[in-house]
T-cell receptor, first 111, second 114 residues
């Protein structure tokens, strides 16, 4: 079945760049998303990329999509302590556009 | 402002009791979803509804029930049949097929069974 995988933890120093990686199995996915979850809160959409794009940049965020390898990454430039959160990768799959979720990557930013 | 409101934010329940979590949206979205989140397990889909008066089971529907009598509302009942109900519950909605398909989430409800 469809699957999305992410590494569970990432630790960076404040001011460095963070790169969170995600791999998926469904090659028919049309939209791929990155969500952020702060402790005890719901998920917020950070950004998304359409499958016919290779890259999307939005301020400090850069999304790279490699369709051949089914690999998606989120780069956060100049990472701040406020970026500490769980980051979820999600892709839509199948005719019903069901969202398949990764388990989330917990980003810790150290001062 | 438009959004999704979940209530209560924290809820305590004794074993054997049913409890209902509220989810209301004013985004005029057709589709609504309930997810359960446990540490290390990501999001698991409980139930979803794509239109009023219709809903489908997700991956872990056993021990849960829902209703969709109004477009704005999608309450989730955690029944006494749910063996391990302590979790963080998230409600979400999604707009029409013409959009990018992202989900909008509420702030979540944390249920603890004593």
């Amino acid at each position: 079945g469809e699957d999305v995988e992410q590494s569970l933890f990432l630790s960076v120093r404040e001011g460095d760049s963070s790169v969170i990686n995600c791999t998926y199995t469904d090659s028919s996915s049309t939209y791929l998303y990155w969500y952020k979850q702060e402790p005890g809160a719901g998920l917020q959409l950070l950004t998304y990329i359409f499958s016919n794009m290779d890259m999307k940049q939005d301020q400090r965020l850069t999304v790279l999509l490699n369709k051949k390898d089914k690999h998606l990454s989120l780069r956060i430039a100049d990472t701040q302590t406020g970026d500490s959160a769980i980051y979820f990768c999600a892709v839509n799959a199948g005719n019903n556009r069901k969202l398949i979720w990764g388990l989330g990557t917990s980003l810790a930013v150290n001062p | 402002d438009g959004g999704i409101t979940q209530s209560p934010k924290y809820l305590f329940r004794k074993e054997g009791q049913n409890v209902t979590l509220s989810c209301e949206q004013n985004l005029n979205h057709d589709a609504m979803y309930w997810y359960r989140q446990d540490p290390g397990q990501g999001l698991r889909l409980i139930y979803y509804s794509q239109i009023v008066n219709d809903f489908q089971k997700g991956d872990i529907a056993e021990g849960y029930s829902v209703s969709r009598e109004k477009k704005e509302s999608f309450p989730l009942t955690v029944t006494s049949a749910q063996k391990n109900p302590t979790a963080f519950y998230l409600c979400a909605s999604r707009g029409g097929i013409a959009n990018t398909g992202e989900l909008f989430f509420g702030e979540g409800s944390r249920l603890t069974v004593l």
